[in-house]
């Protein structure tokens, strides 16, 4: 197949990997982002070997090395007294089982790092202020249609608008969101203002009643990253730049740790941001001829096993590679899906099962629920040493058989 031109709705760290993924390999692309300048909101962001290894691929270990964390281990704990229920270790062990790093990194570098890559490779490859709005296609090619009446053509429409896409709607319809009952707060506190043996070069999850917090360290260990999810029956805006009040904060949190108290008291009472947690069902049909989906536009997961933005920059390494190894676009798109969608749709079941694994309320169960599940051996087992750069493509029956 000649190289197509390939349009990317969406400059998020999906569309931007898919963009990089593709000038590397040769083709046209040209990105469409609604927001007038490119960013990501101030918080931490995990990536396990089966994404990292694509971000190498594209020639970025060293400004990954710059700025992320890669943390000794993983460490699961009762929200009161601290007690250690489970480790996963991830220091030189996750790289040796599954041959790169786990990093802990702000989305503002990972997302940066990954709009120079696409700048370095095409300098104008990326439009702003340009909204999706819906697409139309023949067997000749696609359009792209923007809000103001703009439009753009190409060979191949790929929608990575996230979680609220449009081209979402128009190819699966409106998928009904369901509020999980989980909200997400969202805070980074500098190190200077945190007690000095506030925690190792960790990741910690604290797993209570109804309730748990992540919390690991970013921007080479000068800033920790706090995520709490609390249980909370009210549906709220699905918005990661909603402020909160501290205070809500604090008394979702009371009787928890010293060292969980000693981290919100640090933090800047202005910067307290919540959002709701919606869940979707797993689709198995996201594409039409010339258009197909990419992250959370295409299985939008719950935070539980960090794998949403992994799971985008896996689609993106094989995307590319069915495009390069195809006859025509939708033999690609095909083959793209097939091979996407029984992964992808564990990983949001599992991700949703995960939740309520941290929140169980007898801490009796809960240690004995941990020490039966042995999440470390499991995840290594199918998860992180999945290679998007290297997994065999089954087409057709090869892939029935398989599955
Ligand atoms: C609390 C929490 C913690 C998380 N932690 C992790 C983690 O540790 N590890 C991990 O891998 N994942 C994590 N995730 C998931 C991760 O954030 C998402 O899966 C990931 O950001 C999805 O990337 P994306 O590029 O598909 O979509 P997005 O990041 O949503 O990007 C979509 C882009 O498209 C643009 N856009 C939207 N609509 C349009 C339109 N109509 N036209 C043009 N542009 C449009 C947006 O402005 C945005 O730039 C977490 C999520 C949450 C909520």
Redesign the pocket.
Known sequence: MKKAKVMI?????????AAACLLKKGFEVRV????QQ?G?VG??????AN?VKVLYDLGLRDELERVAVRPDNYEFRRFDTGELMHTIPFAQAHEKAHGAPYY?IH?ADIHRILADAVHALAPDAITLG????GYSESESGVKLY??GGATAQGDLLIG????????RSQIVGETPAIYTGYV?W?LTVPRSRLPADIMEKVGTVWCGPKNHA?VYWLCSGQVLNF?G?PERAQWEEES?TQRRPWEELKADYAGWHPKVQSIIDSADRNECYR?A?NNRRPIFNWSTQRATL?????H????F?????????E?AAVLARCLEGSATVPDAVDLYQRNRMVRTARIVEQSTEHGGLYHIVDAEEMKRTFAARNPAKERSEWLYNYDPLTVPLLHGAEYEAQT
């Open positions: 709705a969406g400059a998020g760290i999906g569309g931007l990997t469409f982002e609604q927001a490119l990501e918080a931490g962001i995990q990536q396990s994404a802990h989305r340009a909204r999706a709005t923007l809000s990575a608008d996230g979680i609220k896409s449009a081209i997400a969202r992540v995520v999810i990661w959002w947690l990419l992250g959370d536009a295409a939008p997961t719950l935070p096993l960090a794998q949403g933005a992994v799971m985008a920059i689609d």
